[in-house]
Nanobody
């Protein structure tokens, strides 16, 4: 099983980025998927989650600005990030949750300039 994030980069405050997490070796449709982020000097925090039924949850800090979705045909989970703020700067990781273990991607850097 491998997870590969992409789509990070440098953006001005107020801008948008679209992160993708491509899974190989396991179908995302059968598992819950999460996006986490970790800023320098801070603990990793849950940003968004999507269950197998499609139910979504968001951290209060990103509610209304971020949207998590699943593209089953591409076996990918997407995090659409709008109205970005400097405090959104972090390394973003996707996580796949199974009943046996969890899998993590390597992370993608998001930097929001003020």
């Amino acid at each position: 099983v491998q997870l590969e994030e992409s789509g990070g980069g440098l953006v001005q405050a107020g801008g948008s980025l679209r992160l993708s997490c491509a899974a190989s070796g396991i179908p995302v449709i059968l598992n819950s998927m999460n996006w986490y982020r970790q800023a320098p000097g801070k603990q990793r925090e849950l940003v968004a989650a999507i269950t197998t039924s499609g139910r979504t949850n968001y951290a209060e800090s990103v509610e209304g600005r971020f949207t998590i979705s699943r593209d089953n045909a591409k076996n990918t989970v997407v995090l659409q990030m709008n109205s970005l703020k400097p405090e959104d700067t972090a390394v973003y990781y996707c996580k796949l949750v199974t009943t046996v273990r969890n899998y993590w991607g390597q992370g993608t850097q998001v930097t929001v300039a003020s």
